[in-house]
């Protein structure tokens, strides 16, 4: 009888933590702003909490992570010969009534590294961040940061591209 008991237990309590998971997938597209066609060969770096737990070469240009709920993830993007970006994707703060299935999609740009093109800067910040916004109901990019990032990359292109056209000058 006691173990009927402790099954049952064990029962309601795996039903529970089962409706409780989430699914979260992202699916991410790689291309080239030189060419604007995608990157079939690139490295793609799965982070949960700074540290590695998957890594994958892509044979296509895309790559698809399920994610767990609570985490904070790094998604690194790199191609040898390419300027290396990353992203951040917080899954906590979700509502613990709703939907269940969540979907990000995004694509990251990655362009030719250059010798004096200065862009440092994205080993310490990520291109983009997304987490739960509880307006739009759904796991969403902070398309402001994103646009600050944009510009910090225009504005040293532009004067990398300034300090070209003086060296030939010269």
Not at 111 to 140: H, T
């Amino acid at each position: 009888m006691k173990s009927v008991f402790i099954y049952t237990l064990l029962t309601l309590a795996s039903l529970y933590s089962g409706a409780q998971e989430r699914s979260i997938k992202l699916d991410a597209k790689i291309s080239a702003v030189q060419t604007a066609k995608k990157i079939d060969v690139a490295t793609v770096t799965l982070f949960d909490n700074n540290v590695q737990v998957d890594s994958i070469v892509t044979q296509n240009g895309k790559c698809i992570f399920v994610l767990k709920e609570n985490h904070r993830y790094k998604i690194e993007f790199s191609k040898t010969g390419y300027v290396s970006k990353y992203l951040v994707i917080e899954t906590t703060d979700l509502p613990k009534k709703g939907k269940k299935k969540f979907k990000i999609k995004v694509e990251v740009v990655l362009f030719a590294s250059r010798k004096g093109l200065k862009m440092d800067f994205l080993k310490l910040n990520p291109i983009g961040i997304a987490k739960y916004d509880s307006i739009y109901k759904k796991i969403k990019w902070d398309e402001e940061y994103t646009r600050s990032i944009e510009e910090l990359i225009i504005h040293e292109t532009l004067h990398y591209h300034k300090e070209k056209s003086e060296e030939k000058l010269k």
